[in-house]
């Protein structure tokens, strides 16, 4: 594997995960206590239709997806954390879409589904699934 990739690899996956831990554990820390405001995350979830709780399961699979990725080995359960996250993001982008948001809204997801696929392509072949 070149320099190149090696970097470019590197510098995707570094963003990638930055972006998908910082958005896992603020899921995971939402705040609902009655009369207290609700904090952004509960609010997104709840604008493009889907239960407040599903932040619970959004926050654990993006942190143990991070964490996943960023382990040696285990090649198989790192195909399995680039399609969650990808399937993820791009299930964000699409709610977003359904709901007519702005592309400012949907931004952040379209570069995270953009760095999923940049970094899976150059991932080093130690962290590929290699069938026999």
Do not use: C
């Amino acid at each position: 594997m070149s320099k190149r990739n090696t970097f470019i690899y590197w510098i995707a996956t570094i963003w990638l995960l930055s972006g998908v831990l910082s958005s896992g554990v603020l899921q995971l820390v939402r705040s609902e206590g009655e009369g207290t405001l609700s904090p952004p995350g509960v609010y997104g979830i709840t604008h493009l239709g889907y239960p407040v709780y599903f932040l619970t399961i959004l926050g654990v699979w993006k942190i143990l997806g991070t964490i996943v990725l960023l382990i040696p080995k285990f090649p198989l359960l790192k195909e399995w954390a680039y399609a969650g996250i990808f399937f993820t993001m791009s299930g964000a982008v699409f709610s977003h879409i359904e709901m007519s948001d702005t592309f400012r809204a949907i931004f952040p997801s379209v570069i995270l589904l953009i760095l999923t696929v940049i970094s899976w392509y150059f991932r080093p072949p130690s962290r590929k699934l290699i069938l026999s």
